[in-house]
């Protein structure tokens, strides 16, 4: 992944090295919502998509008819989810208080876990649009610097409760007992153990419907995926301490994707050396 990251900056800074007649520039603002999935596969349980809703500013510069590249700013607010209806046992042979082996027994009952996060992206990308009168069909794709600014968990739905289960002559088994770790718990919520730089490759499409000589509708679709591990740690041990499943034990790296539809509008900077922006995009 890091090798196709470092290839797309390289053709990127290349293209732009043989570029310099500024044919087009424009500045995109954009409403963009759709789905969030993590893609992970955790050990128990059920990850499941949730949504995103995003804002974007971007700047846009075609250097000849059909070729450019686009720098910006978005503001992204994404959401996903966890299910599990089982129960861990998690045999604990080390020294214990009760002196004796026994197994720990993790029990998830209609259990959801929620996790939100609030980011800010810096896409950089490469363009290229087919133009017409009426509409621009326009499409790129390039890699985004995300930044975290809030990353939250909270369990939504069901109870999680751990139990000690002591077998052998003894099968008795214990619960309720939380200063021995064992406890019933309906709800719980903190903050997620986040990875501070993100990054990720993304393409989107648009089309530019031109109604009017000064500022075009845009529609497109977009799609990002994951480079990094989201989170920085999988390290503890879920149902023990109370933590996010994304931190846990259970999951392995876990890649961060969305896909949506955007609705924006574009606003004509410069056209070209010889043209006025009041000239619009005909």
């Known amino acids: 992944m890091k090798r196709i990251f470092k ?19 424009m500045f995109n603002i954009s409403v963009a919502g759709g789905v969030e999935i993590l893609k992970y ?9 949730g949504g995103s809703v995003m804002l974007e500013c971007q700047y846009q510069q075609f250097l000849t008819n059909n070729f450019g590249y686009g720098a910006g700013v978005d503001i992204s607010y994404l959401t996903a989810n966890y299910f599990i209806s089982e129960t861990i046992e998690t045999p604990i042979t080390d020294e214990t208080d009760a002196g004796i082996p026994y197994t720990l027994r993790t029990i998830f009952d209609d259990f959801n876990e929620k996790q939100r996060s609030f980011l800010v ?21 390039g890699v985004k610097v995300g930044l975290p600014i809030v990353a939250k968990y909270d369990y939504s739905r069901g109870t999680v409760e751990t139990r000690a ?3 052998d002559d003894i099968d008795a088994e214990l619960s309720k007992m939380p200063h021995h770790g064992l406890y019933k718990q309906g709800t719980n919520a903190g903050d997620i153990d986040i990875n501070r730089l993100q990054l990720s490759l993304y393409a989107d499409i648009m089309w530019r419907l031109i109604f009017n000589d000064a500022s075009p509708i845009h529609l497109g679709a977009y799609i990002s995926y994951g480079l990094n591990d989201m989170v920085a740690n999988h390290d503890a041990a879920m149902g023990i301490h109370k933590n996010s499943i994304l931190n846990s034990t259970l999951t392995d790296k876990i890649v961060p994707i969305c896909i949506g539809l955007k609705l924006g509008l574009a606003i004509p900077l410069e056209k070209g050396a010889k043209r006025s922006i009041f000239d619009g995009f005909r």
């Open 7 to 25: 290839k797309t900056v390289w053709l990127m800074l290349l293209f732009l090295s043989h570029m310099t007649f500024a044919q087009d520039k």
């Open 41 to 49: 596969t955790p050990e128990i349980g059920e990850p499941k998509p």
């Open 165 to 167: 289960y002591f077998g």
């Open 121 to 141: 992206d810096v896409p950089v990308g490469l363009y290229a649009r087919i133009p017409s009168k009426y509409v621009h069909f326009i499409f790129g794709a």
